[in-house]
């Protein structure tokens, strides 16, 4: 299945906004997907650049071939449309240029790193730090995130995501 909520996204007010840029980014496939026709009209009329960022755009292998099929077709339509693919992940990203060599020149590998200073030991941790959890990644431990809050009292833990049903949530 493809992910889609243009009527959200795609509105007069954000569309004027669109046709006055000269590069689009596109924070996640989802987007990109619900902005698809409104950036093929814009694209009739002038030189539109646009990346996007994708995270998890091959996971999902549908059951049905015709499904199959139809989210292939879609994809490499999307594909087409962008100029530049970022990926986050390294093994999705050796997998669409394997899988998909003829585009792989849209496709860049952006190495989304981890805050290595926080994860190292020290003689003294900082109290009263945040953290931020962004998204609703399908690979992502959910629980353990709010395990991981309630073992350190200290910390802000700041969850922005629709995969934790807020009464889960213990607030400090």
């Not at 995270?55 to 139809?70: A, E, V």
């Not at 087409?80 to 849209?106: D, H, V």
Request: charged share 30%; with cysteine; glycine share 4%.
């Amino acid at each position: 299945d493809l992910p889609f909520f243009s009527s959200k996204i795609l509105n007069k007010k954000n569309y004027r906004e669109i046709s006055d840029t000269d590069h689009l980014f596109l924070t996640n496939q989802r987007v990109g997907f619900s902005v698809l026709p409104g950036i093929l009209k814009i694209k009739q009329t002038k030189k539109l650049k646009i990346s996007v960022f994708i995270m998890g755009l091959f996971n999902k292998k549908p059951n049905y071939i015709l499904k199959r099929i139809l989210r292939a077709l879609f994809i490499g339509f999307f594909i087409l449309t962008m100029n530049n693919l970022i990926f986050l992940s390294k093994g999705e990203f050796e997998f669409a240029k394997k899988r998909l060599p003829f585009f792989k020149n849209k496709f860049k590998f952006f190495s989304f790193c981890i805050d290595v200073d926080f994860w190292t030991k020290k003689s003294e941790v900082k109290k009263n730090k945040e953290l931020l959890f962004i998204g609703n990644d399908g690979q992502r431990d959910y629980k353990f995130i709010l395990d991981l809050a309630k073992y350190m009292p200290d910390f802000k833990f700041n969850i922005v995501t629709t995969k934790i049903d807020k009464n889960q949530v213990m607030s400090n």
